[in-house]
C-alpha cells in the first residue's frame, strides 16, 4: 500500500506515537485522516483534511459510531493504549483488566467493526502499533507486557483471516519512544516520528512486520536462545 491518496483512521491520535500517525500520513498525501480520540475535542490539527471523532477502546459503542461515521475507510492505525504499571502478582486487578481490555479487547473490537469496511473498499491494511514488551516482561510491568503479548499474536491471526479479502495486516514493534508515556523511563528513547515513517515504507513493500529500533531487534534475535541467559541481560540492562 502507497499512502498516497488513502483515507485512514487513526486511534490514539491526540499525542504521541498517534499524532505523529496523522502528521505522516498528511506529508504523504492521504486524502483524508480520521483522528480518534477519547476527547477529540482536544485534538489539534490545523490541516481541513483531519476528520475528528470519538473512540474509545473500552466502549464498544463509540467504536461502533466512529466506524459508522468513517465508512470510506481503507487504512486503520491501531495506536491506542495505557500503560498502567500495574504488577502481575501484587497489582491492582482491575488494572490488569484495564491493560488486557485496551490492548487486546479494545484492538481486536476496532478490528472487527473495521474488516467489513476495509473489504469494502478494496483490502486495504490494518496497522497495529506493538511493543518490544510483546516479547519479553519485567517484574514491573507484567500487564502490560501480557496484554501487548495478546496484541501481538492476535495480530498474526487477524493476518491470516483477513488475507483472504486482501487487507495487508502489519504490526509494528519498538522499544521505548519520546512520549507523555515514556516520561518517567530514564533509559533510550527513539524519536516517535520513526514509528509511522518505517510503518508506511514497509507498508509500500508489503512487510507484515516492521521493527523500529536495535533494542526491539535485538529482543527478538534473543528468543531462539535459552531465556535464562536473556532475562539475566536483561537484568544487567535495565538493573
Request: zero cysteines; hydrophobic letters at 45%.
Given at each position: 500500500?502507497?499512502?498516497?491518496?488513502?483515507?485512514?483512521?487513526?486511534?490514539?491520535?491526540?499525542?504521541?506515537?498517534?499524532?505523529?500517525?496523522?502528521?505522516?500520513?498528511?506529508?504523504?498525501?492521504?486524502?483524508?485522516?480520521?483522528a480518534?480520540?477519547?476527547?477529540?475535542?482536544?485534538?489539534?490539527?490545523?490541516?481541513?483534511?483531519?476528520?475528528?471523532?470519538?473512540?474509545?477502546?473500552?466502549?464498544?459503542?463509540?467504536?461502533?459510531?466512529?466506524?459508522?461515521?468513517?465508512?470510506?475507510?481503507?487504512?486503520?492505525?491501531?495506536?491506542?493504549?495505557?500503560?498502567?504499571g500495574a504488577?502481575l502478582?501484587?497489582?491492582?486487578l482491575?488494572?490488569?483488566?484495564?491493560?488486557?481490555?485496551?490492548?487486546?479487547?479494545?484492538?481486536?473490537?476496532?478490528?472487527?467493526e473495521?474488516?467489513?469496511?476495509?473489504?469494502?473498499?478494496?483490502?486495504?491494511?490494518i496497522?497495529?502499533?506493538?511493543s518490544?514488551?510483546?516479547?519479553?516482561?519485567?517484574?514491573?510491568?507484567?500487564?502490560?507486557?501480557?496484554?501487548?503479548?495478546a496484541?501481538?499474536?492476535?495480530?498474526?491471526?487477524?493476518?491470516?483471516?483477513?488475507?483472504?479479502q486482501?487487507?495487508?495486516?502489519?504490526?509494528?514493534?519498538?522499544?521505548?519512544?519520546?512520549?507523555?508515556?515514556?516520561?518517567?523511563?530514564?533509559?533510550?528513547?527513539?524519536?516517535?516520528?520513526?514509528?509511522p515513517?518505517?510503518?508506511?515504507?514497509?507498508?509500500?513493500?508489503?512487510?507484515?512486520?516492521?521493527?523500529?529500533?536495535?533494542?526491539?531487534?535485538?529482543?527478538?534475535?534473543?528468543?531462539?536462545?535459552?531465556?535464562?541467559?536473556?532475562?539475566?541481560?536483561?537484568?544487567?540492562?535495565?538493573?
Amino acid at each position: 500500500m502507497i499512502v498516497t491518496d488513502q483515507i485512514a483512521l487513526v486511534t490514539g491520535a491526540n499525542r504521541g506515537i498517534g499524532r505523529q500517525f496523522v502528521l505522516e500520513l498528511l506529508d504523504r498525501g492521504a486524502s483524508k485522516v480520521y483522528a480518534t480520540s477519547r476527547r477529540p475535542e482536544e485534538l489539534a490539527f490545523e490541516d481541513s483534511r483531519v476528520v475528528p471523532l470519538r473512540l474509545d477502546l473500552v466502549d464498544p459503542a463509540s467504536v461502533t459510531a466512529a466506524a459508522a461515521a468513517a465508512q470510506d475507510v481503507t487504512l486503520l492505525v491501531n495506536n491506542a493504549g495505557i500503560s498502567t504499571g500495574a504488577s502481575l502478582i501484587t497489582g491492582d486487578l482491575a488494572e490488569i483488566h484495564r491493560e488486557m481490555d485496551t490492548h487486546f479487547w479494545g484492538t481486536l473490537g476496532v478490528i472487527r467493526e473495521f474488516a467489513p469496511i476495509l473489504a469494502t473498499n478494496g483490502g486495504g491494511a490494518i496497522v497495529n502499533v506493538l511493543s518490544a514488551l510483546s516479547w519479553f516482561s519485567t517484574s514491573t510491568g507484567g500487564s502490560y507486557a501480557a496484554a501487548k503479548a495478546a496484541e501481538w499474536n492476535m495480530t498474526n491471526g487477524v493476518r491470516g483471516e483477513l488475507a483472504g479479502q486482501g487487507t495487508l495486516v502489519q504490526g509494528v514493534l519498538l522499544g521505548a519512544a519520546d512520549t507523555d508515556l515514556t516520561a518517567g523511563y530514564d533509559g533510550p528513547k527513539i524519536d516517535p516520528r520513526d514509528v509511522p515513517r518505517l510503518s508506511f515504507d514497509g507498508l509500500a513493500t508489503g512487510s507484515i512486520e516492521v521493527i523500529v529500533d536495535d533494542w526491539t531487534a535485538m529482543v527478538k534475535a534473543s528468543l531462539a536462545g535459552d531465556p535464562a541467559e536473556f532475562y539475566a541481560k536483561m537484568a544487567q540492562l535495565l538493573g
